[in-house]
């Protein structure tokens, strides 16, 4: 008698549990996202960001002979500045730079520390 009232207890409880909606979630988007299923970004960033994510990768590419390179960034267009050993090295702080989500132009000012020899 007793387990048949216990069963039944269970039984509403979890039927009240099921039927409460979720507070948390948000409404009209999915808790996971599909493998496949596209995903939207928001694109404006702080130029503080496309910066900093401009830095990373240039420091990726070779840490050492593109240190002195300036980055200013003004309503997403980047401006490189300072010096570099080759050519080589500042076309790839200007790739790294045009890689960055929210660039709009880049402008490569970066003059060579050997100008002509490389």
């Known amino acids: 008698m007793h387990v048949k009232r216990l ?7 979890l039927l009240a549990a099921c039927t409460q909606p979720k507070q948390n979630a948000p409404t009209g988007q999915p808790a ?3 493998l496949g299923a596209k995903v939207t970004i928001d694109q404006a960033r702080s130029d503080e960001s496309i910066g900093f994510e401009i830095r990373k990768r240039i420091d990726m590419a070779g840490p050492t002979d593109l240190a002195g390179v300036i980055i200013q960034v003004d309503d997403g267009q980047v401006t490189l ?12 702080a200007e790739a ?10 880049v402008a490569n000012e970066i003059h060579l520390t050997t100008p002509g020899l490389k």
């Open 32 to 34: 996971l996202r599909a």
């Open 96 to 105: 790294a730079a045009h890689a960055v989500a929210g660039v709009k132009s």
């Open 7 to 13: 069963m039944t207890l269970a039984s509403l409880l």
């Open 81 to 92: 500045r300072g010096s570099a050993p080759n050519r080589q090295a500042a076309w790839r």
